[in-house]
């Protein structure tokens, strides 16, 4: 069984930075590609960023390009999206999330995380 727990998320000022890590269980790392999904209150799960299982490659809304990176490491079943220059809009509900397509569409998702909480604020 797929089980995806993130950590990481908090209180952090505009222009700030934060980690926030997923550490997958399950299935092997190579097995599904990895994402971060967001929900703000009052709006829809948008996809955030996603990467392949594969070969690594990347995938990033525009909202969040040069500034939000995502990495993954194989041997410890974890991915990470780094968030620098944060924004009061990028506040949200962060969830990790596990798929076999490399994908920003929630209705591709196969497996959710319980999530974590992402504010930014002054």
């Known amino acids: 069984q797929v089980q995806l727990v993130e950590s990481g998320g908090g209180l952090v000022q505009p222009g700030g930075s934060l980690r926030l890590s997923c550490a997958a269980s399950?299935?092997?790392?190579?097995?599904?590609?990895i994402g971060w999904f967001r929900q703000a209150p009052g709006k829809e799960r948008e996809g955030v960023s996603c990467i392949s299982a594969s070969d690594g490659a990347t995938y990033y809304a525009d909202s969040v390009k040069g500034r939000f990176t995502i990495s993954r490491d194989n041997a410890k079943n974890t991915v990470y999206l780094q968030m620098n220059s944060l924004k009061p809009d990028d506040t949200a509900v962060y969830y990790c999330?596990?798929?076999?397509?490399?994908?920003?569409?929630?209705?591709?998702?196969?497996?959710w995380g319980q999530g974590t909480q992402v504010t930014v604020s002054s």
């Open positions: 999330t596990a798929s076999i397509v490399v994908t920003l569409d929630r209705d591709l998702v196969g497996a």
């Open positions: 399950g299935f092997t790392g190579t097995d599904y590609a």
